[in-house]
């Protein structure tokens, strides 16, 4: 009797009831923050022409070797007329985000010799990191207390082993009140590689799509378009977290008026469950935009959304997560049987 | 003319939660006495291609919305806004019972009892497009006259007309044949008088004030969707103050969809699924890609 009453209530309510909610298929992670930064500084950063090779240890010490050119920081200062370049070794460094400051000393005068008088003495440089690729950004270059504003880029940096990615199920998000919004966390692989603050891209190519995306959709169907899978903006890789990154996937909204809630009834009163919503989602890690190196689509990852008789299941690359949810479609008829009964009757 | 269609619409004497039950013992009525036309996969078709000539395009739609169809494509070719309507379906000639086909596991129902699935009738419709990417609302115009004229010509169906405001088209219902097979005058569900306060409101809020305002004035559920619930919408939570005083709902909804930077449309669709007095007001991003709607 409570289910019955339950069930007209629901029923009662459905073509009423308007969903409210953002929407997404894949939101990306709910972890993007200010806090977001590049964590990566290792590899060689090009300043105005000068070769800036940088690598720190876990530890954050830097070590490394600046080369000038004389085309470059020194002829933007310009009180190095006589300087043909000249190579610093890195004494110090220090990380604040994505914001990293090293200093230099002539090459020479480490072991001992003197320094050469025709080029600055001491280099250093504050470099700020910036996305997407963090392999480019602001630089304010300094030799010998003079400074100036600099644009710095690197090459794009990849592993030298393929990438990759692990999927593993992380519940759903009850927390920012989307209980039909599965999350996943994804590790890039390898993790020897540190790919923290920089983003992942998805893109669902027409081509690479399944032949049908929606198979809860019919001709003709007076409520929804079918769905076809559309990519969203990049998933942030959490800074220094072990290459982690949050892909949720399902509907925003809790509750009887939400769109999701609205659809899996929709589809099972149809009687077009058990039915899927089917997507190939391609992943690329990002690069500075018109990095020279090819975008590489380094994980493929198949996407089923599923409505079942009474379960709501998503999976993501073969990892799934399931729950009950809503009224299944046994409930849904002996609803509508039971209403139509009362009514004819008055029992 | 609208009036008249608003009249009959206020007549209605039931509470509104009885109108779903309601609308179900409508359509097993229809079936039970045989109005209903026999399922048939043929009579449910939904399909819309555009085939490229060198001198013009070639657009074949078979659907239940032809109109519908075309002005999907119509949209991702041209870039204009084209809004249609459904007409409000009560000849059991225009509709069609898809159960048989599309309801899983429906062979284990004994005949006569197995749930009914009630979607338009499908009709076909084909119509020659220049093969130039550009057309000017003049030119759009007159297609959509050729369209709407050819939909005419139909036994079954709606017919419609169209409307154009500012640069923006509408599709929207001028007759349909009453129970008895007699072409009747309709008008626009959306021509429906509304009011709604001003007030700070999600831009999907506001499409669901204007859906249950209509709802209200003309006795019917309107439900709303936005996109697909599945796809990605950016900027899905813009707020917008916009209100109305005694101004039709498609004035209200042009002025909604302009809240959104991505241009925007609608579909109105009588949802017979679930009853005859049941709509569905899909707001999405104007189509780009043609290859995306020729489903």
Known sequence: MHTNSRIKRLLRKLPLSLGAG??????YASGVSASQSCSDVTGTWGIAGDSWDLSHDANGKFAGIIGLVPGGTLAAIGKYPK?????????????????VGVSGVQLGTVTGGQPNPDCPTNVSASLTMAQPGCDHGAAIATLDGRGISQQWRSQCKVPTSPIGEVTTPDGWDTANNNPIKAVF????QPTSFNFGGR????????????????????PNNGHYNPYTPAPKPGHYVDSDAGNRYEDDIG?????????GYQLIVFYRSSGTIPCSFLATQKMTMDCAQNDPLPVVVFQTNPLVLTISDANWSVSRNGVPQSELYAPSRTDIKSGVLHMLWKMMTGH | MANQHMESKSRHPFPSHFRTPLAWIFILALLIGGYARADSVSLNADSAKLIYGSDSDTLTI???RPLMRAALILQALYGYVITYEDPWYSNSDDVVDIAPSTIKGYSAFKPGNGPKLIVPRSSQLSIKLPASKKLS?????GRLQDLVKLQKSKPRGGHFQVLQTGDSFHIIPAEARDRNGNWSTQSSLLDTVISLPQEDRTESKLYLAIAGAVSAAAKVSMTVVVNHPLSYSSKSDLHTNVGASNETARSVLM???SVHPTKRTWTLMQTTESGPNVFSLNVMDIPTNVAAVSY
């Open chain 1, 22 to 27: 953002a929407i997404c298929l894949l939101s």
């Open chain 1, 83 to 99: 300087c043909m370049g000249g190579q610093y070794a890195i004494i110090g460094g220090s990380r604040n985000g994505a914001t």
């Open chain 1, 185 to 188: 966390k994804a590790t890039v």
């Open chain 1, 199 to 218: 983003f992942v891209q998805e893109d669902f190519p027409a081509d690479a799509q399944p032949a049908k995306t929606d198979t809860c959709w019919y």
């Open chain 1, 251 to 259: 509907f925003d909204g809790a509750g009887n008026d939400s769109f």
């Open chain 2, 62 to 64: 078979d659907s239940g």
């Open chain 2, 137 to 141: 609302q003049d030119e759009l115009f």
């Open chain 2, 255 to 257: 002025r909604a969809l």
